[in-house]
């Protein structure tokens, strides 16, 4: 029996010598970095050239050097609704403005205007500037776009809305800004009358980095009352200029000069009588000049009030040597000649196209 016992124990020893100490390996996950996500303004383009062409204007109507002249192209517009909804406005004409805006190396954005009471609708909650904003950049995303131009006319220090609309805009440039991919602009009033719509547009915008730039509406300064006065003229570009980089402080690394590409009329009514600047000069007017005598809207023989070649050579070079840009409402109301307004401004610019 002890002989059993000690072969036994003899076999146990000799087996477990055979072992090997294996030991079984751990399979380590792989290291996964994380995603960083910065909030910054996307390159400046230096100095912007922003064309606008809304959606009733048929894009092959407007020469191709056109786009060529701009480094930005606004479309307009898309719309905020009654339910705080965004409506684009003739989608197929957006894509045709894209594809150009692409073909040509400008920059393309989606500009969106509303009525002041669905502005106001839509930006009085959190829940709703947020679903807005989320609309928006599905948009500039299925449109291939590069970022939001805001023409909300006119945010007032009179109802809250001066709250409402600086809080958008900081949740929207936030989701432009996110890894600096798209650009987010606004329409600003002239600035002349200085008041509730002024006093809207809040110092922790205007001193910050939350919009990349403003286009300010230097013009529609008319007066269905009084006669002989020009809507847009010189003193008018200087007096905006002034109000918002001296007064109130918009770097002027940040600021576009609006022009525009038609005439008005002063003293009557404005419905019929304003006229695009390529039907003032079919009808007459000279390119050379600010005003012109013309017959429309059953009114015979008025004076009509406008940017010629040589205004706009001015505020061209009144822009470059102070601000950041000009703009031009809008594009497909310029002539496709000689004439051209907007051939003037880059030309005076030496810009190429």
């Not at 594809?99 to 205007?113: F, H, L, P, R, W």
Request: aromatic fraction near 12%; proline fraction near 5%.
């Amino acid at each position: 029996m002890r002989k059993y016992y000690a072969l036994a124990f003899a076999v146990f020893v000799i087996a477990s010598c055979g072992k090997k100490d294996v030991t079984t390996p751990t399979t380590q996950p792989p290291v996964v970095p994380p995603v960083t996500t910065t909030i910054a303004p996307p390159p400046s383009l230096g100095f912007y050239v922003v064309g606008y062409i809304p959606s009733y204007r048929d894009p092959a109507t407007i020469a191709d050097n056109k786009y060529k002249m701009c480094n930005v192209i606004n479309y307009a517009f898309a719309s905020v609704t009654s339910t705080g909804g965004l409506s684009v406005a003739v989608p197929a004409r957006l894509t045709a403005v894209q594809a150009k805006a692409k073909t040509y190396g400008a920059k393309i954005m989606i500009s969106v205007n509303g009525s002041i009471a669905d502005w106001k609708n839509m930006a009085a909650t959190p829940a709703g500037r947020t679903s807005f904003v989320k609309l928006l950049m599905n948009t500039v995303r299925t449109y291939s776009l590069d970022g939001v131009d805001i023409d909300w006319e006119y945010p007032s220090t009179s109802d809250g809305t001066d709250i409402t609309y600086t809080a958008l805009m900081k949740e929207l440039s936030d989701s432009c800004h996110t890894n600096a991919k798209y650009y987010v602009s606004t329409a600003l009033t002239s600035g002349k009358y200085v008041g509730a719509y002024t006093n809207a547009i809040r110092d922790e915008l205007l001193q910050s980095n939350y919009i990349d730039f403003y286009n300010i509406m230097a013009y529609d300064d008319f007066n269905t009352s009084v006669p002989y006065r020009q809507h847009s003229d010189y003193t008018l570009a200087q007096v905006c200029l002034n109000y918002w980089m001296n007064t109130r402080k918009i770097p002027s690394s940040r600021v576009v000069l609006g022009m525009p590409a038609y005439g008005r009329p002063s003293g009557i009514t404005q419905t019929g009588t304003v006229l695009t600047y390529a039907d003032i000069l079919s009808k007459g007017g000279s390119s050379q000049s600010d005003s012109a005598v013309v017959t429309a809207g059953g009114f015979t023989n008025y004076t009509i009030y406008y940017n010629g070649q040589f205004t706009i050579k001015k505020k061209a070079m009144l822009a470059k040597n102070s601000a950041a840009g000009i703009m031009l409402w809008e594009m497909g109301q310029d002539t496709n000649d000689a004439n051209s307004l907007w051939k003037a401004a880059c030309d005076t610019l030496g810009r190429a196209y």
